[in-house]
């Protein structure tokens, strides 16, 4: 389910530099970019260049991006930062993230005309200069149905809630997973 990006602050403070964010993401080749891991969810086109991954900072790629990385380590209880991209004609399958406890929120920086997540019952597209926030565990898949590439910056966060529902972040799967696809991820 979506929620009120108004209710976290932080996304004024994106959506306010959200063309320094763009211009740092432009310099970046495509071959910055790495796959998303969970490849049974798409056949090819869904890229990311990570900031944080897991709470851990991915130093090489946060010193090619310094204005970025300054703003998304002003965000509370920070996860993950990244950059997200989604090729023409890539369809995410429906899925449900995790761990519960975590929100996640897309600032919309390039090719959003055309492109398309639903959340649940409701879908939205992206906009340039834009944030929403919504709940990854909810089921949701995205498409890009444009004329070109969009690219995100996704957030990860934590946010409050009850104890028995809250997953560990470290849960072994999710580190198994990462570890084993992704190169710039290496649990310490």
Not at 144 to 161: A, E, S
């Amino acid at each position: 389910m979506y929620k009120n990006s108004q209710d976290f602050p932080f996304t004024k403070i994106l959506e306010d530099n959200w063309l320094t964010i763009r211009r740092e993401l432009e310099q970046l080749s495509d071959r910055s970019f790495v796959e998303w891991p969970e490849k049974h969810l798409y056949q090819d086109g869904w890229d990311i260049f990570g900031l944080y991954a897991f709470g851990m900072k991915l130093d090489k790629n946060c010193q090619l991006c310094p204005e970025t990385t300054k703003l998304v380590e002003q965000i509370p209880n920070l996860v993950t930062a990244g950059f997200s991209s989604l090729k023409v004609g890539t369809h995410i399958k429906p899925h449900t993230g995790y761990p519960d406890g975590v929100l996640r929120c897309h600032l919309g920086l390039v090719g959003c005309e055309g492109c398309g997540l639903r959340v649940g019952d409701e879908t939205r597209g992206w906009e340039e200069g834009k944030t929403f926030v919504f709940d990854d565990t909810t089921e949701h898949e995205a498409w890009n149905r444009g004329t070109q590439t969009r690219i995100v910056l996704l957030l990860d966060f934590k946010y409050p809630v009850d104890e028995e529902q809250s997953n560990n972040l470290e849960d072994k799967s999710v580190m198994e997973l990462l570890k084993g696809a992704l190169p710039f991820f290496k649990k310490k």
